[in-house]
């Protein structure tokens, strides 16, 4: 098997689902998304098998590892996108958009510097954060019905969120 980097860092998480990752796909409207991502959405809406099982051997092939021939999404993955939108660009389906939590920036000229700063390594989260966050996102009772569920906090934090970023 020939394994892209892509590939490779998602058959990493599903092996280690107790950390989070963070997959960060650049301009993903240059081409469909649909076109190139829809087994991806497919798997991670139904939670149904969609990635190789493979495993990387000790002399760096990959080869197909026992057990099912394809594995689930890791629930520990969490895929950011960025997006253009210009007339080289092609926008999102109401299907992908659906499944999709958006940031929308709006840029004015006066906003642009004429120097920006080069971007710098990010620091790893501490273990504890790491692990709250995944707690976090993975539980459904936040999604369910009802009064308790913590979902009108989020809300409130949410747009406390929105607040903040607003102005930039």
Known sequence: WQVPAPLEFLLAA???PYDPYVLVLDEMN????????????SGMESKKPCLPNLVKGSDGMWRR??????IPFPSNVFVVGTVN?????????PKVLDRANTFEFRVSDA???DHYNPPQECREASARLRQSFLTAALNDQLAAPGPNTGRLEIGEKLRACHRILSPY
Do not use: C, I, W
């Not at 240059?30 to 959405?41: K, M, P, T």
């Open 85 to 93: 939108v210009d007339e080289t660009t092609y926008m999102f389906s």
């Open 14 to 16: 599903s092996r280690n």
């Open 30 to 41: 240059l081409a469909h998304v649909e076109r190139y991502f829809a087994d991806v959405l």
């Open 111 to 113: 906003d642009l510097k």
């Open 65 to 70: 590892q026992a057990g099912p021939v394809l």
